[in-house]
């Protein structure tokens, strides 16, 4: 992992706190597993007022720096399931650094459920660290490894740590953008709220499992909720989510679905960047279906100032925050591989009702940092003292799940024309366009409060798709809304290109 990657400052309570059958779980004792036990855990813990965080740690691991942290690896060998050679395996992150919150974790076998436990010996440390008691540490979170590129080796699938967070890969990438149990309160003037797993059972799998089940509780000072993740790696790799929300206020912002990435620069936007990559992104764009069948593209941006952009629906068809580029010359950057970061594409089940797609992108100087979130915010605040079920499915692989007829926006290029224009060029791929004749294709540019000209489309025979460019004044102008997409004889053929210009 990076150092961006351990970059999500977590908070957390010790389960012993809040799950009254832990200790019970800890000395051997068997509990039953049921399909509704963290259901039924998460909403009792509603009921009862929130508990700050326990940060406490021994003084040699709460002062630890980041190389200091890095330099603590579990063994692989002490991995959970490992001499059985099941088809996963759990490795679990020591406490310490920015990861002081105890996370406790409990495996499901059989319908029982044990703790497990922490042991010192389970991990390697680095020099230097100091001392400290030996005693039941717990965990900051944990990975699951398992056969995805060959059929011999257990690679890294999906990892739980800090917070809310997540992150997954499909087949032949590598990690990139997050995802986030639930997000409250998301670029409110009243500071963010971030909810914590603070308890994980992991499902032990069967020999020939295909899939493996996680289940999570999750705790906030505004709500307590339970997930059950139904995780199947492959080309795609998908998570199936089952979420029961129980709020103890009225929550008026909460962001479901949350996933969170970096956009440092690129093509449409590096003009203060002295950087000899051509691009730094771990996604590129938000691509939204929305309930009225229209496909949108929203190319992403590095902003002076903080952009929050609303994208009202009903019945939302998904969304997902993109990366398309995967030429490793757009980046040309042998370390970081950006062009094997996975994309992450959100899909409700079921009706998700009337709500928005929020975009919030905060100015960065640095691309350590996650300056990009998505989210579903609900039209209607989630009432509290009720219970509310949401069921969607993650994909986190190279593109949307959905293979779809229109063409597609792949690259946004902008440039200086002059002291008051600016010259917008947009490549599209797309069987739909092969082979068209150019006199029927035409592009559809329209801008508020400023003026289009010199549209131009046609055939880019370097990459087999088709070009769009346009200019538009931007003189005097604080910011513009810019929205384009190809037609054939009046009907669409691409996508639309949604954009928010910003001086």
Request: proline letters at 6%; a negative charge; aromatic letters at 12%.
């Amino acid at each position: 992992m990076n150092r961006r990657q351990l970059l999500h400052a977590s908070v957390a309570v010790s389960a012993a706190a809040v799950l009254p059958r832990a200790a019970d779980a800890q000395s051997g004792a068997a509990l039953t597993f049921s399909p509704s036990y963290v259901r039924e855990l998460a909403r009792a813990l509603a009921t009862k007022a929130f508990v700050p965080p326990d940060e406490k740690l021994p003084d040699a691991l709460k002062n630890l720096n980041y190389d200091q942290y890095r330099s603590i690896r579990f063994v692989p060998e002490k991995a959970l399931w490992h001499d059985e050679r099941l088809p996963f395996e759990a490795q679990f992150f020591h406490r310490g650094f920015f990861y002081k919150n105890r996370v406790d974790i409990f495996q499901v076998a059989n319908r029982n459920v044990t703790q497990v436990v922490y042991r010192r010996d389970d991990f390697s440390f680095g020099e230097g660290l100091g001392q400290w008691p030996d005693a039941d540490l717990g965990f900051a979170g944990f990975r699951i490894h398992t056969p995805i590129n060959k059929p011999d080796y257990y690679d890294e699938l999906c990892v739980f740590l800090g917070a809310s967070y997540f992150r997954a890969v499909a087949k032949g990438q590598t990690y990139g953008l997050s995802a986030r149990g639930l997000a409250i309160d998301t670029g409110e003037s009243k500071g963010e709220e971030f909810p914590v797993f603070k308890a994980f059972w992991l499902e032990k799998p069967a020999p020939n499992a295909s899939s493996m089940v996680i289940h999570a509780l999750l705790d906030s000072k505004s709500a307590a909720a339970s997930y059950r993740f139904t995780i199947r790696p492959g080309q795609t790799t998908a998570f199936d989510v089952e979420m029961a929300l129980y709020p103890r206020a009225d929550v008026e912002h909460a962001g479901l679905a949350p996933m969170t990435s970096m956009f440092f620069f690129g093509p449409n936007d590096r003009k203060d960047f002295d950087d000899f990559r051509p691009a730094v992104h771990d996604s590129d764009g938000l691509s939204i279906f929305n309930g009225r069948g229209e496909q949108i593209w929203r190319p992403l941006n590095n902003p002076h100032d903080l952009q929050v952009s609303s994208f009202g629906d009903v019945n939302l068809g998904g969304f997902g925050l993109m990366q398309r580029e995967r030429n490793y010359l757009a980046y040309q950057d042998l370390e970081s591989s950006f062009e094997t970061r996975p994309s992450l594409w959100f899909e409700p089940i079921g009706d998700w009702g009337e709500g928005a797609v929020k975009l919030f992108e905060i100015p960065t100087k640095e691309e350590v940092h996650d300056n990009i979130a998505a989210l579903w915010q609900p039209k209607q605040p989630l009432t509290a003292k009720s219970e509310h079920i949401f069921t969607y499915r993650l994909h986190w692989g190279p593109d949307a799940p959905k293979a779809d007829a229109l063409a597609r926006f792949t690259r946004t290029g902008i440039g200086s024309r002059g002291d008051d224009g600016k010259l917008f060029v947009l490549e599209l791929m797309g069987d739909h366009l092969k082979g068209v004749d150019p006199k029927t294709i035409k592009g559809v540019v329209t801008a508020e409060k400023a003026e289009i000209s010199n549209v131009v489309t046609q055939p880019n025979p370097a990459t087999g798709g088709w070009r769009l460019s346009f200019q538009c004044s931007v003189k005097g102008q604080a910011s513009i809304e810019l929205r384009a997409f190809l037609a054939q004889n009046d009907a669409p053929v691409s996508e639309v290109w949604i954009y928010r210009w910003t001086p």
